[in-house]
């Protein structure tokens, strides 16, 4: 009985600043990597985009050049 009244005394009390400040920043850490792999992402997405302009280009200007003048 005590161990429970113990527990939902835990549960209950109100945080201190130390305890506060771990919370917040666990949390800054997992927004970070958040960013971070976002950041990654969208450069790569960039990248894609990036050769299929250059290799759509070049197919373009290819079938251009090939067929004949009318």
Do not use: G
Request: aromatic share 4%; charged share 30%; with cysteine.
């Amino acid at each position: 009985m005590i161990r429970l009244t113990n527990l939902v005394k835990k549960i209950l009390k109100t945080p201190s600043a130390m305890e506060l400040a771990e919370v917040e920043l666990e949390d800054a850490k997992r927004q970070l990597l958040n960013a971070q792999s976002a950041t990654e992402y969208a450069a790569r997405m960039a990248m894609y985009h990036s050769d299929r302009i250059k290799r759509l280009s070049a197919y373009i200007k290819q079938k251009d050049e090939s067929q004949p003048c009318q």
